[in-house]
């Protein structure tokens, strides 16, 4: 019997969570005798509660195709946490939705919460007995989504961050005394981005570089910038948003998730320096564009993108449901993996950091780090340019009605 799938793109975007949309669209493509129409919808699980979907079968092959490129989330996205409840009526319009438009496909590409929304759609799917295969396809650059070797769009964030920190340092000590630059990086609770930088040469390496997994002291920072400072002229330090010390929260936002709102560590940490050390400082906040930049983006991300996409609709046909599509590593060098199907219950809402074993010392990884990392941020992408600027996505977003 043929049945519709829906695309649900959730949480932060990556300079590849429009590819493995592309991956998904394609391979749905091959099956018109199992999917017979293929939906998104739009921002994030609301477009099932309000039955807000687009028809994607009716995008051209030149859109469908410059998603490979597209930052952003070409369908929208969101933040928004379902209730614990399955007999809440958002569920009964979610159910309401995939009955009316016949889908018997999900898919939800996001992180750790919007696996928290897989795992509950899978749950009501299967307490009402409707024929429904709910797949995730992980994606953060944040990197911390439990039983995957990585997430997609980490690689990329951090072949972007690797390369903007170097510009930064070989910038910054052009001067015989210059200043502190304080450089913050995403991440959340989880310094793998962070860290990244580590792979630099020790000549454009930044001077400190502090993880979240590490205790942090705002008297030894300040005694070891000045040192440097009194040393060499300047010092350049890389700090993730998620490090911890005393700071004024009251005014912090939370998400639905009941997440604090991260950022600004950077600013704070800089006024400390001018006011306590009297040194010259800039504070650089990296923001959105480690998570939306298409001229920076892995090979290899781009490859394992397209890959979980393909593969999630693989699964769902024959018949897996409340799991997401994992990368397991089967080697560093040469760099090999497969794809598995994992247990979402086991990945909603789970964290992973950084394990001390990948740490050699405050601000330096170990070479088992090294070997993680730089696979991931290897190779680059034709990217297609019009009038001196890359060409994107717009899709019609025709209403399913």
């Known amino acids: 019997m043929k049945k519709a799938m829906v695309y649900i793109q959730s949480g932060g975007p990556t300079a590849v969570i429009n590819t493995s949309l592309y991956g998904a669209v394609v391979e749905a493509k091959k099956y018109p005798d199992k999917i017979d129409k293929i939906y998104g919808s739009l921002y994030g699980v609301e477009g099932l509660i309000i039955d807000d979907l687009i028809d994607l079968g009716q995008e051209d092959d030149e859109t469908i195709e410059l998603l490979k490129q597209t930052p952003g989330a070409a369908l929208g996205s969101t933040r928004y946490k379902l209730p614990k409840d399955l007999h809440d009526k958002q569920y009964m319009s979610i159910i309401e939705t995939l009955k009316k438009h016949n889908i018997g496909y999900v898919f939800v590409n996001g992180g750790n919460d919007s696996m928290d929304t897989c795992h509950k759609l899978s749950l009501l799917c299967r307490e009402i007995g409707y024929d429904c295969m709910v797949m995730g396809v992980p994606k953060t650059v944040d990197n911390d989504l ?10 990329s964030a951090a072949k972007h961050v690797v390369n903007t920190v170097k510009s930064i340092c070989v910038d910054a000590r052009v001067y015989k005394r210059g200043k502190v630059y304080i450089i913050e990086v995403m991440g959340r609770n989880a310094g793998w981005l962070t860290a990244s930088v580590d792979l630099l040469p020790e000549e454009t390496r930044p001077d400190l570089i502090y993880l979240p997994e590490n205790p942090f002291s705002v008297d030894d920072f300040l005694r070891d910038v000045k040192k440097l400072f009194d040393e060499k002229g300047n010092a350049i330090v890389v700090i993730s948003e998620g490090i ?30 001018e006011v306590r050390l009297d040194l010259p400082t800039r504070s650089i906040e990296l923001s959105l564009p480690q998570r939306a930049d298409p001229l920076l983006v892995s090979k290899v991300d781009r490859q394992e993108a397209i890959a979980c996409g393909t593969i999630a609709v693989q699964l769902a046909l024959q018949g897996h449901t409340g799991e997401m599509v994992c990368i397991k590593r089967l080697s560093d060098e040469p760099y090999r993996v497969e794809y598995v199907p994992e247990d979402i219950a086991k990945i909603a809402n789970a964290e992973r950091v950084v394990p001390p074993s990948m740490m050699a010392g405050p601000g330096h990884m170990d070479e088992s780090f090294r070997r993680y990392c730089l696979p991931l941020i ?8 019009e009038n001196g600027m890359y060409k994107s996505a717009v899709l019609k977003r025709i209403k399913v009605k």
């Open 378 to 385: 290897q190779g680059s992408v034709d990217i297609k340019f």
């Open 146 to 155: 439990a039983l995957t070797d990585h997430s997609l769009g980490f690689a």
């Open 244 to 273: 911890s010390f005393e700071r004024d929260m009251t005014k912090a936002r939370v998400d639905a998730f009941n997440h604090v709102q991260l950022g600004g560590v950077g600013d704070e940490l800089a006024d400390m320096v």
